[in-house]
Nanobody, 119 residues
Framework: VQLVESGGGEVQPGGSLRLSCVAS????????MGWYRQAPGKERELVAV???????KYADSVKGRFTIARDNAKNTVTLQMNKLEPEETAVYYC??????????????WGQGTQVTVSS
């Protein structure tokens, strides 16, 4: 199974970016799927995650500005990020709990995509 992210880049403060991630490979189903980020010198932190049935969970710092969405048929997750702030500069990672079969579950990470918020 591979998770491939796209959509990172550089944006000015207050700007927007949209990240996408697609899971491919031998997949029976995908459970939780979402996004984490890691800034230089800091620990990786949860940004947003969505369950298979569509229940979202957001970090308090992004509520009202970021929106997570999933397409279960395509095994994709997107993150719309609005009103970005310089301190949100980080590598953003896609994460997914994948079931290769009904009775097993494995956690996967994408390779990460850089988001830079700078004037």
């Amino acid at each position: 199974v591979q998770l491939v992210e796209s959509g990172g880049g550089e944006v000015q403060p207050g700007g927007s970016l949209r990240l996408s991630c697609v899971a491919s490979g031998y997949i029976f189903s995908v459970e939780d799927m979402g996004w984490y980020r890691q800034a230089p010198g800091k620990e990786r932190e949860l940004v947003a995650v969505m369950s298979k049935v569509g229940t979202p969970k957001y970090a308090d710092s992004v509520k009202g500005r970021f929106t997570i969405a999933r397409d279960n048929a395509k095994n994709t997750v997107t993150l719309q990020m609005n009103k970005l702030e310089p301190e949100e500069t980080a590598v953003y990672y896609c994460n997914a709990d994948v079931r290769p079969s009904r009775n097993s579950e494995i956690n996967y990470w994408g390779q990460g995509t850089q988001v830079t918020v700078s004037s």
